[in-house]
């Protein structure tokens, strides 16, 4: 089988990891994969196995002027179509709502099942009125559109019908193995807490700080992790200074595995104020942590059972976060039970549990393409 990915680029982001999952895992079952992106070659974030073509474009920068931008946006459709018919997929996969728009758009009338999904919760992230309209309108050209969430299908269910589908992130196996008895690997009495994304104003880590600045007070004995690189790294560092929290507060970047962090934590937060599906958490619960979340729009919910693998906090609400994450370092019993419980994440979102969905999700488009044109 031949498969055409298409994404804007493969950065740090969650999005990015998932499709080189994907794609990993299609390139190593043997299937042809063409990866699309929009960048000018940048080398990939995250890793790809030798077999998975990776074709850049150079069609990244984005324009304020709208007659420019709508230009480009045209050429783009063109290079799409004509790379795209190269390529000679059985099926295409598009990732992000500007990219699927465009891929929608350079696939009419080709004759081939466009698989599209959303990465993020669209009532919350706004990509302007024109975009939003053109969603509208090509969506339902999609033989499926995935989503990550119920919260998020729902959304779009008055656009794409019967055609949507909820498919959660594929979370892959950790590196190593934690050891329950000592919390993180090696000894000593530091004690870590890490999150893990984007520095942005989505991801809430202003909220983070001001609960770590309370649930730390009298305990010197712990800091905080912050991994990943964004727009509001300065805030933030200005923040730690007003908050008292200097030398205890890292940011230690970007980092394509995160089990080496994670390796040397006890206890992982989740502060973001809306989410698609949040990887990081996942790959914490993966790894074995004891994990406190924000209960907020979309995702968390449906990944924690409150008390039995983790803990929810409501959305946005940092005296709870700081209450929770209080009582989780005054607790190690606490914090090793829901460790424990953690790893069963995988029995849900293991590679191995995900990928055959989008298996059988590829099959099924394909049937439905030649249903559809044997009809017409």
Partial sequence: MRLTLVIASLRC????????TMANYWAERGEEVTLLTLDSGVPPFYPLRPAVRHRPLDLAPEYRNLVVGLFRNLRRIRVFRRVIRESRPDAVISFMDRVNVLVLLATRGLGLPVLISERTDPTLHEIGRLWAALRRLTYPWAEALVC?????????????????????????????????????????????????????????????????????VGRPDWSLTIIGEGPLRNELEQQIKRLGLGGRVQFPGQVSDPFRVLAHADLFVLSSR?????????EAMAYGLPVVSFDCPSGPAEIISHGVNGILVPAGNAEALADAVRRLMNDPVECERLARRAPEILDRFGVDKIMPRWDELIAQSRKQLVRGNSQG
């Fill in 148 to 216: 990550q969430s119920a919260a998020v299908l729902a959304h779009f269910r008055r656009i794409v019908g019967s055609k949507g589908q909820v498919i959660a992130n594929p979370v892959g196996a950790p590196t190593a193995t934690r050891n329950y008895t000592t919390g993180r690997e090696g000894t000593g009495k530091k004690r870590l807490i890490v999150a893990m994304g984007r520095l942005g104003a989505e991801k809430g880590f202003d909220l983070l700080l001001d609960a770590f600045c309370a649930a730390c």
């Fill in 13 to 20: 982001g969650g999005a990015e990891r998932v499709l080189s």
């Fill in 274 to 282: 809306f989410e698609g599906f949040p990887n990081a958490l996942c």
